[in-house]
């Protein structure tokens, strides 16, 4: 089954340093969004990467950004880390136009110190 | 942008008995979708409502979609151990999700 995958599963990381995490999405799928998930709340929504381009942008500062890549695959980067950037990270996959519910990968929990 | 809001945030169950989270907003929804989140795992795909007045049955799962497309709910019959976790709803407008902060299920057995 060639659901959405990420790496790393787990990262821990210093204020004031950079992450990137990585996501494969599901075979067939070809647009990415990303989430963030504090403790005992809901997904919240990052930005979303289509056709290699940025499409919808959530409430998140330019800290946050991401690329779209040639086989649909994407990165998540987070530069200046904060303590507050501790959550987990997930991240989505669709097929472009079609409403329907997305298909999420396990995750990268990252933990800043 | 539209926002949706879940109550109960938690919700303590017998194994038997029912269980409902309610998800409404302050305005008009085009669609909600149904997500559950096991403990430590990730929110998976339940169901994705866009008429109005919509009702959906997956076994013992019941989603409905209210007449003014502004509530929807989750009702599960008999509750059982393996139902555990956190329901989400969400509505997506151009590709953008919204999500509630989820309704927790613990089921006594």
């Known amino acids: 089954d060639a659901g959405v995958t990420q790496s790393p599963t787990h990262l821990i990381k210093t204020r004031g340093q950079q992450v990137t995490l990585r996501c494969s999405p599901k075979?067939?799928?070809?647009?990415v969004s990303w989430y963030q998930q504090a403790l005992g709340q809901g997904p919240q929504f990052i930005f979303q990467?289509?056709?290699?381009?940025?499409?919808q942008r959530g409430n998140f500062p330019d800290r946050f950004s991401g690329h779209q890549f040639p086989n649909y695959s994407s990165e998540l980067n987070v530069n200046a880390l904060l303590l507050g950037d501790s959550a987990l990270y997930l991240c989505?996959?669709?097929?472009?136009?079609?409403?329907?519910?997305?298909?999420f990968g396990s995750g990268t929990r990252l933990t800043v110190v | 942008g539209q926002q949706v809001m879940q109550i109960p945030q938690y919700q303590h169950v017998q194994e038997g008995e029912d269980f409902t989270t309610y998800c409404n907003s302050s305005?008009?929804?085009?669609?909600i979708q149904w997500y559950k989140q096991r403990p430590g795992g990730h929110p998976v795909f339940l169901i994705q409502?866009?008429?109005?007045?919509e009702v959906k049955k997956q076994k013992r799962l019941t989603f409905q979609f209210g007449e003014a497309k502004k509530n929807s709910s989750l009702h599960i019959t008999a509750t059982q151990t393996t139902d555990v976790g956190t329901y989400f709803c969400?509505?997506?407008?151009?590709?953008?999700?919204?999500f509630g902060d989820g309704t927790t299920l613990t089921v006594k057995p």
């Open positions: 989505a996959s669709s097929f472009f136009g079609l409403a329907h519910g997305y298909t």
């Open positions: 075979s067939g799928h070809d647009t």
């Open positions: 990467y289509y056709e290699e381009e940025e499409r």
């Open positions: 305005t008009t929804l085009s669609n």
């Open positions: 409502l866009v008429k109005s007045g």
């Open positions: 969400a509505v997506t407008n151009a590709g953008k999700s919204t």
